[in-house]
């Protein structure tokens, strides 16, 4: 069955470096998301993207984050200065047109920021 | 503001019985609500997802409820088994074409065999 994959699976950087957390959609997808889960919290959406462009972001998904699908297979999601609070689970998800299930979520990324 | 509750306290229960999950939202009127099981470290798997306008959905042995007019759903897990061991997410989807999900807290399930 096809899955979404994240890379790496474990990131540690530190306060103010940038990073770039790597997906691989479900390939015949058109819609694809991340979401971020500090520990102990609630997964809380982050921002989505269609047909080259983002649909909707969050309050989070301020000027340090940039998403962007550079070969038609990969979904990035850049964190440009990164700060402590940042350190959380990072998600990617992505689903088809027409269906509204978002069940295909990847491993995660895990990013400690030091 | 949007507000997703679940209940945060985990729900122990004996191998067999019916686990019994609640998500209650206000100011928030899904088309959708969606469950979803995480384990730890793990994303959130899909399990199932009712529509505004259906009441229940059934899928193994997987129950889902949604009184709309409760603003509430309801996740029953019967005949329970040691390996529904896990966290329980409930999620609300506006039906806007972004189809952001937003997400309760999750309740934990550990079922004891």
């Known amino acids: 069955e096809p899955e979404v994959t994240q890379t790496p699976s474990h990131q540690v950087t530190q306060m103010g470096q940038e990073v770039i957390l790597r997906c691989v959609p479900i390939?015949?997808?058109?819609?694809f998301y991340w979401y971020r889960q500090i520990l102990g919290q609630k997964v809380e959406f982050l921002v989505s993207f269609y047909n080259n462009e983002i649909s909707e972001k969050s309050e989070i998904f301020d000027d340090q984050f940039s998403v962007e699908r550079p070969d038609g297979s990969n979904f990035t999601l850049k964190i440009r200065s990164t700060k402590l609070e940042d350190s959380a689970m990072y998600f990617c998800a992505s689903r088809p047109y027409r269906d509204r299930s978002q069940g295909y979520f990847g491993p995660g990324t895990r990013l400690t920021v030091t | 503001s949007q507000k997703i509750e679940q209940n945060s306290e985990a729900l122990n229960i004996q191998e067999g019985k019916t686990a019994t999950l609640t998500c209650n939202y206000t100011?928030?009127?899904?088309?959708?609500l969606q469950w979803y099981r995480q384990d730890p470290g793990r994303g959130p798997v899909f399990l199932l997802l009712?529509?505004?306008?259906?009441k229940e959905k059934r899928k193994e042995r997987l129950k889902v409820t949604f009184d709309t007019t409760l603003k509430q759903s309801l996740f029953h897990i019967t005949a329970s088994q040691p390996a529904d061991s896990a966290t329980y997410l409930c999620a609300l989807d506006s039906g806007a074409a972004g189809n952001k999900l937003t997400f309760g807290g999750g309740t934990r399930v550990l079922v004891k065999p």
């Open positions: 009712i529509r505004e306008n259906e």
């Open positions: 100011n928030y009127s899904p088309a959708y």
């Open positions: 390939s015949n997808h058109l819609y």
